[in-house]
């Protein structure tokens, strides 16, 4: 039989509600971004606790690299409806009509066209002032330095040096026109915390967190799963069925599956407790060079 929310989840929980009920007290326009993986999972979920009965007063806005998983995708509309949530989706054409891939591009030039520089576009186009993200300082170690409130200029650069101080838990949410405030409900949650929710409220995940008999190649010791023909094999490589699951979802190219046995959510909770490995250990754009992720952010991924 599943408990019900420990007092400390439920002061997690409360938090992140305050978070988005602040921010859209606060601010004009505001967009939830949804990456599909179990962080938006649960961000979507306390929105929609957020405000109920009534829906969530901002969209979501999710910017497709057109690379992602199939059963993302699927997932991602499945959801949009069953909910009956606005869903945006944003495409960078320029990127696309230029054929910018991670397979010929490298993954940081496909990160910087097709999800930093299509981010900034959704911003330009639909005027928004603050956006909600998933990202938790337990997972990366620029992450780790990002208030919960995280102020972009004009250019929508991020400068780890002149932070506003959040004292009190009392947050500065103006900004000018032109600028913006990215959102971290989630910055207190750890991984485990994220499962463990997930599992006590119920909240649908994505498939490919599940172990399951999936094909994939293996490169420079990461589990690459073939999702569709556009992946060319190299010489000598044979897709090989293995039992799979994914700890964070992206781009398929760039995001390495784990052999694992964790077929439900307790198992996946347990695998996670006994794991000595990071979350973002099959992640290759945190690995083009020293400082990338921080990088990025700077320059304006979210």
């Known amino acids: 039989m599943k408990q019900v929310l420990s007092s400390y989840l439920r002061q997690l929980e409360a938090e992140s509600i305050y978070i988005m009920r602040e921010v859209a007290a606060e601010f004009r326009n505001p967009v939830m971004l949804y990456s599909i993986g179990k962080d938006s999972a649960v961000l979507l979920h306390l929105a929609?606790?957020?405000?109920?009965?009534?829906?969530?007063?901002?969209?979501?806005?999710?910017?497709?690299?057109?690379?992602?998983?199939?059963?993302?995708?699927?997932?991602?509309d499945a959801e949009a409806k069953r909910l009956?949530?606005?869903?945006?989706?944003?495409i960078n054409e320029e990127g696309v009509r230029n054929g910018i891939s991670p397979i010929t591009h490298g993954s940081a030039l496909h990160t910087d066209i097709m999800k930093t520089e299509a981010l900034?576009?959704?911003?330009?186009?639909?005027?928004?002032?603050?956006?909600?993200?998933?990202?938790?300082?337990?997972e990366e170690k620029s992450r780790a330095k990002e208030r919960i409130y995280s102020f972009r200029n004009a250019s929508h650069n991020w400068d780890p040096k002149r932070q506003r101080p959040e004292l009190w838990h009392l947050a500065n949410t103006k900004v000018n026109p032109?600028?913006?405030?990215?959102?971290?409900?989630?910055?207190?949650?750890?991984?485990?915390?994220?499962?463990?929710?997930?599992?006590?409220e119920d909240i649908p995940v994505v498939p490919l967190y599940f172990a399951k008999e999936r094909p994939v190649v293996e490169r420079d010791g990461t589990l690459i799963m073939v999702d569709d023909d556009r992946l060319p094999l190299e010489e000598?490589?044979?897709?090989?069925?293995?039992?799979?699951?994914?700890?964070?979802?992206?781009?398929?190219?760039?995001?390495?599956?784990?052999?694992?046995?964790?077929?439900?959510l307790p198992e996946i909770i347990e695998e996670?407790?006994?794991?000595?490995?990071?979350?973002?250990q099959g992640r290759v754009i945190d690995h083009d060079q020293v400082g990338s992720m921080e990088k990025k952010k700077q320059e304006g991924y979210f």
């Open 272 to 280: 996670l407790v006994a794991s000595r490995h990071s979350e973002r």
């Open 84 to 90: 009956g949530v606005d869903l945006m989706v944003h």
């Open 120 to 138: 900034k576009q959704a911003f330009a186009k639909y005027g928004f002032d603050a956006a909600f993200g998933g990202a938790r300082r337990d």
């Open 48 to 76: 929609m606790k957020a405000f109920y009965p009534g829906k969530p007063p901002f969209p979501l806005l999710h910017v497709d690299t057109t690379w992602k998983f199939k059963e993302m995708i699927a997932f991602r």
């Open 178 to 200: 032109g600028e913006s405030m990215r959102v971290f409900p989630l910055s207190n949650w750890t991984e485990l915390d994220v499962w463990t929710y997930i599992y006590l």
């Open 236 to 264: 000598g490589e044979t897709p090989q069925m293995r039992k799979v699951r994914f700890r964070t979802l992206g781009c398929y190219p760039l995001t390495g599956a784990i052999e694992s046995e964790a077929t439900t």
